[in-house]
């Protein structure tokens, strides 16, 4: 059965391309057969797909549109996991997404701006919550500061929200923006840099929380 799991923040500028790629690109090394849904209308995973010269681990498709929960069925055939993109401030296309998931993965920068800009999403998976009771979400920190305790202050923040933060965080890694800009990831720098250890860590945790049955991310 085909697991949906959406990357969404209503904030803009959280980082939701880069660990919507990066999980993708995990879930893929690890074995599964990976979908990557670009719901954003800036298109930035459409755009990194492009810059690719190297063969494509996934598919990247476009879907910016509030009919995801409706064209999705047809989209999934096929693939074990649909990783979704998507859009800040687009409400009407983040319910459509929250529809259609199984997990909504919420990642969140260690600001106090994050932390209060996260009610939107919280309010919006409330509202999901009434047709998807069994709908699963987490808080991510991403981009967290390396060697300080700014992470552990916004985790302990998220704290007043109903939603767990998971316990993988990413942090602020030149190796990101240089991975970008090659249509790469961080894995294909070296698999064995810290970025691409947090990143294999985050996705296993992602795994556990779907209580999936696949193959754990190579560290």
């Known amino acids: 059965m085909t697991k949906v799991i959406s990357i969404l923040n209503q904030k803009g500028g959280v980082g939701k391309t880069t660990l919507a790629v990066h999980m993708a690109t995990a879930l893929a090394r690890s074995?599964?057969?990976v979908l990557l849904l670009d719901a954003d209308p800036?298109?930035?995973?459409?755009d990194w797909s492009a810059a690719r010269s190297g063969k494509p681990l996934f598919p990247v498709v476009?879907?910016?549109k509030p009919s995801i929960h409706k064209e999705l069925p047809s989209l999934a055939q096929n693939h074990e996991v649909i990783l979704i993109d998507g859009p800040p401030r687009v409400y009407d296309v983040a319910r459509s997404a929250i529809m259609a998931s199984d997990l909504v993965?919420?990642?969140v920068q260690p600001s106090p701006y994050d932390v209060w800009a996260a009610k939107e999403i919280v309010d919006l998976l409330d509202e999901a919550s009434v047709y998807k009771p069994d709908l699963k979400s987490a808080f991510v920190v991403n981009r967290k500061i390396v060697n300080t305790a700014i992470g552990r202050d916004v985790s302990d923040a998220l704290a007043e929200y109903p939603i767990p933060v998971m316990q993988s965080a990413i942090c602020q890694?030149?190796?990101?923006?240089?991975s970008a800009a090659q249509?790469?990831?961080v894995f294909e720098l070296d698999a064995d840099m810290p970025a691409s250890k947090e990143i294999s860590a985050l996705a296993?945790?992602?795994c556990d929380l779907?209580?999936?049955?696949?193959?754990?991310?190579p560290a």
Do not use: D, H, Y
Request: aromatic letters at 2%; charged letters at 15%.
């Open 31 to 33: 074995g599964s057969n």
């Open 42 to 46: 800036q298109g930035s995973a459409l």
């Open 62 to 64: 476009g879907l910016p």
């Open 105 to 107: 993965m919420i990642p």
């Open 173 to 178: 890694r030149v190796a990101f923006a240089e």
């Open 183 to 185: 249509g790469l990831t």
């Open 204 to 206: 296993n945790e992602l």
């Open 210 to 217: 779907l209580s999936a049955t696949r193959a754990k991310v």
